[in-house]
Antibody, heavy 118, light 108 residues
Framework: EVQLVESGGGLVQPGGSLRLSCAAS????????MHWVRQATGKGLEWVSA???????YYPGSVKGRFTISRENAKNSLYLQMNSLRAGDTAVYYC????????????WGQGTLVTVSS | DIQMTQSPSSLSASVGDRVTITCRAS??????LNWYQQKPGKAPKLLIY???SLQSGVPSRFSGSGSGTDFTLTISSLQPEDFATYYC??????????FGPGTKVDIK
């Protein structure tokens, strides 16, 4: 059974840093592109970052230069290092697996809440 | 970047109603369009991929259509478990993706 379990969320002050983790199981982690998607309370879904099987990262302009996505295939783990956090980064952060054959997110974690506030 | 819009932003409907949600892309995305359903406190769930392909296990009352810039999600007969928020997502500009703003379907 495919499982994605996020951790690392919490309360952080503006300008602070946080590192999210996503533990994957039930599939060959190294063979899949992985993504982070966030959702502010009561708002829509926002794509945050992606990492390919070769470790190539991608970001939207809203987080580029502040967030770093990485993966550790030996540990079946995905990470998101978030620096210079702003109030606008407050959201539930989901990790999601990308199905590269049919082009969709086929599995999602349960999410971890990040709150940026003083 | 490709922008996605959805209409309406919310709707009220009754059990048994036919419901149609529209998604529009700012440029042609061929058929690279997915639909997700999200219930409060839960992760999104894939309903339709490639504009019109029904994901395994999803009831056949859900259907999708369209190509290019205009797409539609239809629920043929709304059931109590279908009250949720629906998002479209373009997968054309891989791996940089965008979602629509969502359509909330609630009980009339």
């Amino acid at each position: 059974e495919v499982q994605l379990v996020e951790s690392g969320g919490g309360l952080v002050q503006p300008g602070g840093s946080l590192r999210l983790s996503c533990a994957a199981s039930g599939f060959t982690f190294s063979s899949y592109d992985m993504h982070w998607v966030r959702q502010a309370t009561g708002k829509g879904l926002e794509w945050v970052s992606a990492i390919g099987t070769a470790g190539d990262p991608y970001y939207p302009g809203s987080v580029k230069g502040r967030f770093t996505i990485s993966r550790e295939n030996a540990k079946n783990s995905l990470y998101l290092q978030m620096n210079s956090l702003r109030a606008g980064d407050t959201a539930v952060y989901y990790c999601a697996r990308w199905n590269s054959f049919d082009y969709y997110f086929d599995y999602w974690g349960q999410g971890t809440l990040v709150t940026v506030s003083s | 970047d490709i922008q996605m819009t959805q209409s309406p932003s919310s709707l009220s409907a009754s059990v048994g109603d036919r419901v149609t949600i529209t998604c529009r892309a700012s440029q042609s995305i061929s058929s690279y369009l997915n639909w997700y359903q999200q219930k409060p406190g839960k992760a999104p769930k894939l309903l339709i991929y490639a504009a019109s392909s029904l994901q395994s296990g999803v009831p056949s009352r859900f259907s999708g259509s369209g190509s290019g810039t205009d797409f539609t999600l239809t629920i043929s007969s709304l059931q109590p478990e279908d009250f949720a928020t629906y998002y479209c997502q373009q997968s054309y500009s891989t791996p940089i993706f965008t979602f629509g703003p969502g359509t909330k379907v609630d009980i009339k």
